[in-house]
């Protein structure tokens, strides 16, 4: 389905040729309607509007600087109950869209009458950096996207490896077109009847594009590896774990913002952990003292074991963070670890199960303790010391 | 006598109710004897063992986690401990890349008759433990 | 009954002291002050200790750090929530703390029993930020020398400079800090309650003179008069009506962070994640239809009005909400405003007497002539 896309003339710029794009599917009602970032009045942030009134789009962006939230939750509210009758196409970044199929896997959205329309992706800048001069922020961006330039982008957008065509619908490519053009490309059946119905035949090859994200794919992955690698030497063992999180305020904000984590009511603030002062009490006697509220290393390393295997390291739970802790940078280090431990790859595809809902007869040996001989251990050689001393 | 033995292992083990709990009646049966400071921590099964029962204890005072079911293809769910073994594999690939000493999660299926298997699992983790050391995180206050 | 203490040590050392004096004596089984986490480079959190060591001057605790990572009342609820404590455990609250738990406790999420409540007249504390930048070691100097004369250092967060509910109401012991210019030398403690004094009457390393002043003295009187009218100030700055709320609330995220913190929204499950905030797809096919365009995910403004609704006649104004917020919106400024009316229509404060029923829990027969028509 890669192989052939569709050439979209682009002398303004990607923005204006996608907008009109957009505008022009929407009029001749190959969507219903439209799920894209907007400006908000105060120009001071992005939000997602659903829209069919095609004077909104005015103020619409395909790729805005900033991600406050999420996409992958806005499509998860809008079908968490059921697929809806209109078309809607949403317009999200790749990690998005690699959300959205993941929660529609956890049976949190329905893509049945959505189509996932994303964009090669240059990153987002942190929303702390952008809101302290939004005008000088979008500048920057701007700027930056042209030349590909990730360093003003969160952490974890400058060592990201699936930058370019998830498993969406339709995929706009801008890397390796040609000067002022983009390329459509159709990544499924749905996305291949909206490019007929908009007339737009696939007679254009994408090898450039498809060479130009390789050859960038190679960068990011190797800057990925060498990240990870500095970043697991910092945070290792208890103290360097408690260190990152020694300035955790318990908001749980990053649980929050999270496309991934949809449970109504989080376990780490269920009756579960809620216990009587005797317990607290007593740990605290234990230890000498008890960081209150309690239990901020569970409830990392307990979201960590609950979300990673579904985690796109999208970045936003860091831009969530309001003492700076680099999570999203420990949360893609372990999602990465995880999701090789069971070939798995978050938002690959709808057709991939569930790591923790498949299983195979034969696998995962090395988690299991072998058992070779009848054990007669330490004790019974203490025995024999104790013999010998006698 | 040496330093070691000074050193009492804090330890869960945790036993389905079928062939876990199983082995360790049949090792009361043959009269066998396993460390007192194992405490057993009965689970339905293993697949119905949260990936958070098996952190929480590593945080607030256990020196290692023990894990024991069905042999698979004898879970008494059919599937439960292939979804433990998956559970556990998770747990262990985080602790593994946190430098939290994965080692103190240990995963071994026991039978029902195999009352032997249990009392030298609980043993051999109580001496494997002895040999780690207390766990660090045991003694934090700012967990 | 004695009812102050002044003690020949400087503040911080003669806090410290008393509570390692109480932990020692065995006159409380715990003690719930801030302190440092991690290998002490920057982290600042609340701890339940229970080691008098932590108090010494090596030790981690730092009960007067001007810095609230999360508000106290909140964690007193959470210490209490499922019963009374047994045992005697002091607490080193601010005002706005101190009154959270009140409001807490008369919603059944908390009991006072065996808590000796300690506080201070407060300073003002710096922003998250600057925890988050580990730059709160460099500001102390500054805010010492403020506070000793009665003034609030300018980096102080704009809630606490706008807040005049700074001597603690219900604390059991209070110890003076604001516009005493001996800090460095002497520390008085006033002893409000029987209980206060009980706990501290005969400790050992307490040795001072009684005594006799008022709190409420000159410099104390200033400062409320000094951030009264900041308050006003501040509350002039909130763009009012629905284009004003569509303005400051444009780049809310819906995080509901400000929830998560906030000690009076205590709900296990807030109505706004609950299901009936979950909509079936028609029901947003049909706000589609009517209004051409809708934001997603929805009821930014309905969970800010909502919860205002929730809160308002409780809120202490102790800024948790604006320092959390992703989005950096003026929170606390909004709340403490709408808050500020809707307390004076029910003549009520929050945090001032136990006994006093929330007004949403209770009424008059004859009352709010106004509201019926």
Redesign the interface.
């Known amino acids: 389905m890669n192989n052939k896309g569709a050439i979209l003339p682009a002398e303004d710029g990607v923005e204006s040729a996608v907008i009109g794009w957009l505008k022009e599917a929407l009029s001749k009602k190959v969507f219903d309607?439209l799920?894209i970032p907007?400006e908000?009045?105060?120009g001071?942030?992005f939000?997602?509007?659903?829209?069919?009134?095609p004077?909104?789009l005015e103020n619409a962006s395909p790729l805005p600087p900033v991600m406050?939230?999420q996409g992958a939750?806005?499509i998860s509210?809008?079908?968490?109950?059921?697929?809806?009758?209109?078309r809607v196409a949403a317009i999200v970044r790749p990690c998005e869209a690699r959300a959205a199929i993941e929660l529609t896997k956890l049976e949190q959205a329905h893509l049945d009458n959505l189509w996932l329309i994303t964009v090669d992706c240059p990153g987002v800048l942190p929303?702390?950096d952008y809101?302290e001069d939004p005008v000088a922020g979008a500048a920057r961006f701007a700027e930056a996207s042209q030349r590909w330039d990730r360093a003003p982008m969160r952490p974890v957008c400058q060592i990201c490896h699936h930058f370019s065509m998830p498993a969406s619908d339709l995929h706009i490519g801008t890397l390796g077109s040609a000067e002022g053009t983009v390329f459509v490309i159709p990544g499924s059946p749905k996305g291949e009847r909206v490019m007929e119905n908009l007339g737009m035949p696939l007679d254009a090859a994408l090898d450039d594009w498809a060479a130009r994200v390789k050859e960038m794919e190679e960068v990011q992955r190797e800057r990925r590896r060498q990240a990870h690698t500095d970043l697991?030497a910092g945070?290792?063992?208890?103290?360097?774990?408690?260190?990152v999180?020694?300035?955790?305020?318990?908001?749980?904000?990053c649980q929050?913002?999270c496309p991934v984590c949809y449970c109504?009511?989080c376990?780490f603030?269920?009756?579960a952990l809620?216990?009587?002062?005797?317990n607290?009490?007593a740990?605290?006697?234990?230890?000498?003292?008890?960081?209150?509220?309690?239990?901020?290393?569970?409830f990392h390393?307990?979201r960590?074991?609950?979300m990673?295997?579904s985690c796109v390291s999208c970045g936003t739970c860091e831009?969530?963070?309001?003492?700076?802790i680099p999570v999203a940078q420990v949360f893609s280090?372990?999602a990465d670890?995880?999701q090789e431990?069971?070939g798995y790859v978050a938002g690959r595809s709808l057709e991939d199960p569930l790591?923790?809902v498949a299983?195979?007869?034969d696998?995962?040996h090395q988690?299991?303790?072998p058992?070779v001989e009848?054990?007669h251990?330490?004790?019974i050689a203490?025995c024999e010391q104790e013999v010998q001393d006698a | 006598m040496s330093d070691k033995q000074e050193f009492e292992p804090r330890i869960i083990y945790i036993l389905c109710s079928w062939c876990g709990s199983g082995g360790g009646e049949t090792a009361a049966a043959h009269h066998l004897h396993y460390p007192e400071n194992v405490r057993p921590y009965r689970v339905n099964c293993t697949g119905a063992l949260p990936t958070v029962h098996i952190i929480r204890p590593l945080i607030e005072g256990a020196d290692g986690v023990a894990i024991s079911g069905c042999h698979p293809g004898d879970c008494h769910y059919n599937d439960g401990n292939f979804r433990a073994r998956r559970r556990v594999a998770l747990v262990k690939s985080i602790l593994d890349t946190l430098d939290l000493e994965p080692e103190r999660v240990w995963f071994r299926y026991v039978a029902h008759g195999e009352g032997r298997r249990f009392v030298d699992t609980a043993t051999e983790f109580n001496d494997h433990i002895k040999k780690l050391g207390p766990n660090p995180l045991k003694t934090r206050s700012d967990t | 009954m004695l009812e102050g203490l002044k003690i020949n040590k400087g503040a911080e050392e003669a806090v410290r002291d008393l509570l390692r004096s109480l932990l020692e004596s065995g006159r409380v089984s715990g003690v719930l002050a801030l302190g440092r986490t991690g290998r002490g480079n920057g982290g600042v959190a609340y701890s339940l200790f229970t080691d008098p060591d932590a108090f010494g001057a090596d030790g981690v605790a730092l009960p007067l750090l001007p810095f609230m990572p999360a508000n106290a009342g909140g964690l007193l609820s959470r210490l209490t929530l499922k019963g009374p404590l047994a045992e005697p455990v002091a607490v080193v609250v601010k005002p706005c703390e101190l009154r959270a738990f009140i409001e807490l406790v008369k919603r059944n999420q908390g009991s006072p029993d065996n808590l000796l409540l300690i506080s201070s007249t407060c300073g003002g504390v710096y922003p998250l930020e600057v925890g988050a930048n580990d730059a709160l070691e460099e500001r102390l100097p500054g805010y010492w020398e403020a506070v000793k004369q009665g003034e609030l250092d300018s980096d102080i967060r704009p809630t606490c400079r706008a807040c005049v509910h700074f001597v603690p109401d219900n604390a059991d012991i209070t110890v003076a800090l604001l516009g005493e210019a001996d800090l460095d030398t002497q520390c008085a403690l006033y002893l409000n309650t029987e209980k206060g004094a009980a706990f501290i009457e005969g400790l050992e390393d307490l040795q001072g003179t009684p005594l006799l002043g008022e709190l409420e003295a000159e410099p104390i009187q200033r400062s409320r008069d000094q951030r009264a009218a900041y308050r006003e100030e501040l509350f002039a700055g909130v763009e009012a009506g629905l284009e004003g709320l569509i303005r400051t609330f444009g780049r809310c995220i819906g995080c509901h962070a400000c929830k998560t913190v906030c000690p009076i929204c205590y709900c296990s499950l807030c109505y706004f994640d609950s299901q009936d905030c979950e909509y079936r797809p028609e029901v947003y096919e049909t706000e589609l239809e009517r209004k051409g365009g809708l934001r997603l995910p929805p009821n930014t403004i309905f969970f800010q009005l909502g919860r205002l609704a929730h809160v308002s006649v409780s809120c202490v104004g102790c800024g948790m909400c604006t320092d959390v917020c992703p989005a950096d919106i003026p929170l606390s400024t909004i709340f403490s405003k709408v808050g500020d009316s809707v307390q004076a229509l029910f003549d009520y404060q929050p945090g001032r007497d136990v006994t006093e029923e929330v007004p949403l829990m209770t009424f008059e027969e004859e009352e709010l002539v106004q509201v019926a028509t």
């Open positions: 309607a799920l907007v908000v009045p105060a001071d942030s939000a997602y509007l659903l829209l069919r009134n004077a909104l406050p939230v939750k806005a509210r809008l079908t968490m109950r059921g697929n809806g009758s209109k929303l702390s809101l697991k945070i290792a063992g208890p103290d360097g774990l408690l260190d999180f020694s300035s955790c305020i318990n908001c749980h904000n929050r913002v109504r009511q376990y603030e269920s009756a809620k216990l009587p002062p005797e607290y009490l740990r605290a006697g234990r230890k000498g003292a008890l960081r209150f509220p309690p239990d901020t290393l569970l390393i307990g960590a074991s609950h990673v295997l831009d969530a963070c309001p003492m700076s280090l372990l670890r995880a431990t069971f790591p923790l299983y195979e007869m696998e995962l988690v299991e303790q058992y009848t054990y251990g330490l004790q203490d």
